[in-house]
Structures are given as structure tokens and as C-alpha cells.
């Protein structure tokens, strides 16, 4: 499977983007999916999930009540939708797709919160909140 990302940008602050994930090669409906972000020197943080069909979400605490999470599996594409953004939501989000359900640590559900368990990865889109 490979994933690209985009809908990245700079944004002032309490604006909104839509982050698109097309993927190619595979379909994704069997895969669970995962946004995730990064900033300089610290560690991939996830930021949501969703199950293959869609019908399982979470997000974490940190963007809960601003983000959304969808994916249409015709178009072989997950979105995350931003609003409210923040200066600390500044960084490079990057699409992961899982083939497995989660189990042990760091797990909601089926959904995995950890970077480790993602099978692919999309090439990551910026995003910069301005205050």
C-alpha cells in the first residue's frame, strides 16, 4: 500500500484544513487507519484513528472536539478535518495504515495509538498554525 498525504499548509490560528490520505495499490478497507504528527526532536504522537469500517473512532485528548476523522473506502481515501486550530498543533501529520488489530499495550479498541504496530506510512504534509 502506498499512502500520500496532503492538504497541508499555513494557517492562522483558529482556522481549519482538511488532511486528505489517497492510497494506491491496495485497497484500505481492510486496513485500520491512524493520523499522526511530529515536530523536531520529539517522538510520532498519534493524534486519531480509525477502524476499517469506519465505524470505531478516537482521538487523543489533545485535539478531541476539534478534529474529525473519516474515511471513504470507494475513493480509497481517510481525511482529518482540523478546526479551531492552535499554534501547538503546528507539525508534520503523516497517515498510517494498520493490517492488524491491536492487542496489549496502547491499544482503544482495535485501534492502536502507537506508531510501532502501523504497517505503512504516507511521506508526511506540514502544517503550521500561526498565532
Known amino acids: 500500500v502506498q499512502l500520500q498525504a496532503s492538504g497541508g499548509g499555513l494557517v492562522q490560528a483558529g482556522g481549519s484544513l482538511r488532511l486528505s490520505c489517497a492510497a494506491s495499490?491496495?485497497?484500505?478497507?481492510?486496513?485500520?487507519m491512524g493520523w499522526f504528527r511530529q515536530t523536531p526532536g520529539k517522538e510520532r504522537e498519534f493524534v486519531a484513528g480509525i477502524s476499517f469500517s469506519g465505524g470505531s473512532t478516537y482521538y487523543a485528548d489533545s485535539v478531541k472536539g476539534r478534529f474529525t476523522i473519516s474515511r471513504d473506502n470507494a475513493k480509497n481515501t481517510v481525511y482529518l478535518k482540523m478546526n479551531s486550530l492552535k499554534p501547538e498543533d503546528t507539525a508534520v501529520y503523516y497517515c498510517?495504515?494498520?493490517?492488524?488489530?491491536?492487542?496489549?499495550?496502547?491499544?482503544?479498541?482495535?485501534?492502536?495509538?502507537?506508531?510501532?504496530?502501523?504497517?505503512?506510512w504516507g511521506q508526511g504534509t506540514q502544517v503550521t498554525v500561526s498565532s
Open positions: 495499490g491496495r485497497t484500505i478497507s481492510s486496513y485500520h
Open positions: 498510517a495504515a494498520d493490517a492488524d488489530y491491536c492487542s496489549g499495550d496502547g491499544c482503544y479498541g482495535v485501534l492502536s495509538i502507537r506508531p510501532g504496530p502501523y504497517d505503512y
